[in-house]
C-alpha cells in the first residue's frame, strides 16, 4: 500500500476510507498478486487456529474466508469496499495447489492484529500523518 490506497485489482486501486476487523458473514474481497485478480467470499470465522505443519507453527488468533487465494498472494489486502480489513495470510493446499472446492477458505490477519504486530495505523485518506 501507498499513501492511503490499496490495491483492489490489477493496475487499479481503492482508497482506504475506514479500518476495521472482519465480522463472522460479511463479504470481504482480496487482492493477490501472483493470482492477479480479486476475488470476494463470506467470512466463516473470526478466530481460527492454524498448524503449518512444514514449518511446526501454529498461528492463533486468524479470520477464514469462504474463497481461495495462491502462493504468492500472501500479504495483499482484505478489504469491504473502501474498508480496510486485513491481510491475505494463506489458503488451504494440496501439495503445491490450492484447494477449490466447496471447502475452499484464505486465512486472513485482521488489520488490527497487523497493525498491533507491526506497531503501525493503516493510513486513511484524505491525509495521511
Same mark, same amino acid.
Given at each position: %500500500?501507498?499513501?492511503?490506497?490499496?490495491?483492489?485489482? %490489477?493496475?487499479?486501486?481503492?482508497? &482506504?476510507?475506514?479500518?476495521?476487523?472482519?465480522?463472522?458473514?460479511?463479504? &470481504? #474481497?482480496?487482492?493477490?498478486?501472483?493470482?492477479?485478480?480479486?476475488? #470476494?467470499?463470506?467470512?466463516?470465522?473470526?478466530? &481460527?487456529?492454524?498448524?503449518?505443519?512444514?514449518?511446526?507453527?501454529?498461528?492463533?488468533?486468524?479470520?477464514?474466508?469462504? %474463497?481461495?487465494?495462491?502462493?504468492?498472494?500472501?500479504?495483499?489486502?482484505?478489504?469491504?469496499?473502501?474498508?480496510?480489513?486485513?491481510?491475505?495470510?494463506?489458503?488451504?493446499?494440496?501439495?503445491?495447489?490450492?484447494?477449490?472446492?466447496?471447502?475452499?477458505?484464505?486465512?486472513?490477519?485482521?488489520?488490527?492484529?497487523?497493525?498491533?504486530?507491526?506497531?503501525?495505523?493503516?493510513?486513511?485518506?484524505?491525509? #495521511?500523518?
Amino acid at each position: %500500500m501507498m499513501d492511503a490506497w490499496f490495491h483492489a485489482e %490489477m493496475n487499479q486501486g481503492r482508497p &482506504v476510507l475506514d479500518v476495521r476487523n472482519p465480522i463472522a458473514g460479511e463479504t &470481504v #474481497c482480496r487482492f493477490g498478486m501472483a493470482s492477479g485478480s480479486a476475488l #470476494c467470499g463470506a467470512i466463516l470465522s473470526t478466530d &481460527v487456529s492454524v498448524h503449518y505443519a512444514a514449518a511446526g507453527v501454529t498461528v492463533n488468533g486468524l479470520a477464514s474466508a469462504h %474463497m481461495w487465494s495462491t502462493r504468492g498472494d500472501s500479504g495483499g489486502p482484505v478489504y469491504g469496499g473502501n474498508t480496510a480489513m486485513g491481510l491475505i495470510a494463506g489458503t488451504v493446499y494440496s501439495g503445491n495447489t490450492p484447494v477449490k472446492t466447496d471447502d475452499k477458505r484464505t486465512y486472513i490477519t485482521k488489520i488490527k492484529t497487523a497493525e498491533n504486530l507491526t506497531g503501525t495505523c493503516v493510513c486513511r485518506e484524505p491525509v #495521511c500523518s
